[in-house]
């Protein structure tokens, strides 16, 4: 079966400083891989999403990510965080039978 | 355009009572999902439509709970007899053909409580 392991339930940075959520997955298939970003009391959004392209991903709000198979890992990046940026991140993985297995999330907080 | 709906978005129940939690999909969208998420724990899968018929209902979390979907429209979920555990946000989501790589377009969820 596959699962999201996602290390740090809380992340602090400060504004401008890097941001770095972790994410690891678990699948006996090429996996297709999600980050969604839940702002508070708002809905899931998608961030970005791995379908078996290029492995360096880019998406919205100047986040990234890079798929490692060698490492089995998807982390999220942006260089510079914004005060915006303070939401729950979650990474999910698609499995063959198209739902989303989600990790259980990180919360980022970012001081001034 | 419209994105996914959800009603109502606060649902207060007492125990023992059953809910109808609605989904309104983004219109041309085949594939329709249900999730629950409680409080501090990921999205747990519960439901998968395709139009009307639901290929994958294995993560209902027992026969208390039930889902339908009228085409490729409206789905409800209800929950009978609800218990405190039942406690949850339940997210709908769509996505154009509920290939693994489309996208899952969510809602803003319903946030039930049972006292």
């Known amino acids: 079966a596959q699962s999201v392991t996602q290390l740090g339930s809380h992340v602090s940075v400060s504004e401008g400083a890097l941001v770095l959520l972790r994410c690891n997955y678990s699948s006996s298939v090429p996996p297709y891989l999600f980050w969604y970003v839940q702002y508070p009391n708002q809905g899931l959004q998608l961030l970005l999403k791995y379908t078996s392209a290029a492995t360096l991903v880019k998406g919205i709000n100047g986040f990234e990510a890079e798929f490692k198979k060698s490492e089995t890992s998807f982390h999220l990046t942006k260089p510079s965080a914004h005060m915006s940026d303070a939401a729950e991140y979650f990474c999910a993985v698609s499995d063959n039978t198209d739902k989303l297995i989600f990790g259980t999330g990180t919360r980022l907080q970012v001081f001034p | 355009g419209a994105g996914v709906s959800q009603s109502p978005s606060n649902k207060v129940t007492e125990k023992g009572k059953d809910v109808e939690l609605r989904c309104d999909p983004i219109?041309?969208?085949?594939?329709l999902y249900w999730y629950r998420q409680r409080l501090g724990q990921g999205l747990e899968f519960l439901i998968y439509f395709q139009g009307n018929s639901a290929p994958d209902k294995s993560g209902l979390p027992s026969d208390r709970f039930s889902a339908e979907r009228t085409g490729e429209s409206v789905s409800t979920l209800t929950i009978q007899r609800t218990q405190q555990e039942d406690s949850a946000v339940y997210l709908c989501?769509?996505?154009?053909?509920?290939?693994?790589?489309?996208?899952?377009?969510f809602g803003p969820g319903t946030r039930l409580t049972v006292l």
């Open positions: 989501a769509s996505s154009l053909a509920g290939q693994n790589t489309d996208t899952q377009y």
């Open positions: 219109s041309g969208h085949t594939a």
